[in-house]
């Protein structure tokens, strides 16, 4: 077993489940109405901040209010624009499925409810082979869902920000706060938006689960309180935030002993860094926390500038598909590194996806053996 400090109050005879990682994530668009402090947006800067700007002037940062961590060092080299639903992106998926064996499709943004044309997105990728899953702060999911439902869409990952208006503005930038989102009145419509949008999913039978970023110990009390405020038929995960680093793993840590969190499975995915722990409560209901180990490339991570144990904060964690404004279709392995991003035809034939590939098999073979 490889070694990470969730693991220490972790004993040898809870269960690992061991799988491959199957799945394709999908950048479909880059709008966004949240402006969360710790958003890595996929890698990508922000559109609305930096169209039209040459590369070497990107910024992670603008007027929005929105941010993008690591544009200022990872060599990002175009924006992101919205999928189209059309032969290019199917072409796109087929590629990548056939090169790389996936069955899944997972859309991000931006906030993909913002996607005029999701459910044509989730219906195309079907089509494809692909099971269709998609992460959302719920700001639009009444209007959008109930077609994307009908399009085949499995599951929604809905990222809770806060339950009430004082937790979501402790995590959105100081320049939002101090203009729209210190209006009370507009912080509590994203939370009703976000409320409708779970029980719309729920209504549909599109399977929910609640995804909490802690970046460090005072949001703590904001996951007791979304326990307490939603069912237990929504699955909570909780995510440690990559830029917080240890102050984040501390705050779980705290979460975990403050909830009498008991350890019920390791979940284990190879080919990709990040790795689950389920926990049951007193209450009988679930908790998963969703953690990074440390897994590189072999070849492509070697001498990456990044590759030690402080300045890699995700690892290689899978592959990215976005679409620039030219109508490009990009692949990328990491969001730190940018500047590997390839377009799809040259990069199913590269060494990185035969290196994808190999690096896969090995780490199955390793986590079971």
């Given amino acids: ?22 799945t394709l994530r999908v950048k479909v668009i880059d709008a966004c109405g949240m402006t969360c402090t710790f958003c890595h947006n996929e890698g990508t800067p922000v559109s609305a901040d930096n169209h039209p700007r040459w590369p070497e002037r990107f910024t992670p940062t603008g007027p929005s209010g929105r941010t993008s961590l690591y544009v200022a060092t990872n060599g990002a080299r175009f924006t992101s624009a919205p999928v189209i639903p059309d032969e290019a992106f199917r072409a796109a998926l087929t590629q990548l499925r056939d090169a790389l064996d996936f069955d899944e499709v997972h859309l991000t943004g931006g906030e993909p409810t913002l996607h005029p044309k999701l459910p044509q997105i989730v ?37 809770i920000f806060g339950t009430t208006p004082d ?19 507009l912080a509590t419509r994203k939370i009703e938006a976000l409320e409708d949008s779970i029980r719309v999913a729920v209504a549909l039978g599109i399977g929910v689960r609640a995804n909490v970023v802690i970046p460090d110990h ?21 995510l440690t935030s990559l830029a917080d680093g240890d102050a984040s793993l501390d705050a779980v840590d705290l979460l975990l002993a403050e909830l009498g969190a008991v350890p019920q499975e390791i979940r284990l995915i190879a080919g990709t860094s990040g790795f689950r722990i389920a926990y049951r409560l007193p209450s009988g209901r679930q908790l998963v926390v969703k953690h990074i180990r440390s897994l590189r490339l072999p070849d492509t991570c070697a001498d990456c500038r990044f590759n030690n144990s402080v300045d890699c904060q995700e690892g290689y964690y899978g592959v990215r598909l976005y679409r ?41 073979h390793d986590l079971t053996a």
């Fill in 167 to 185: 937790e979501l503005t402790q995590v959105q930038s100081t320049r939002f706060q101090s203009t729209r989102f210190r209006v009370r009145a």
């Fill in 1 to 22: 077993m490889f070694q990470h400090r969730a693991l220490r109050n972790v004993s040898d005879d809870v269960p690992i489940h061991v799988s491959m990682d199957r």
């Fill in 218 to 238: 005072t949001h703590v009390q904001r996951v007791h309180r979304l326990l307490e405020k939603y069912s237990p038929r929504l699955s909570v995960r909780i």
């Fill in 324 to 364: 620039d404004p030219d109508g490009t279709f990009h692949v990328g392995v990491c969001i730190q590194r940018m500047d590997l991003c390839l377009p799809v035809e040259e990069f199913v034939g590269s060494d990185a996806c035969a290196e994808i590939r190999k690096m896969r098999e090995q780490d199955l």
């Fill in 123 to 159: 219906a195309l990728a079907r089509q494809a082979g692909y099971s269709a899953s998609v992460t959302s702060n719920g700001e639009n999911g009444v209007r959008s869902l109930p077609g994307c439902a009908d399009a085949g869409l499995r599951h929604v990952n809905f990222s």
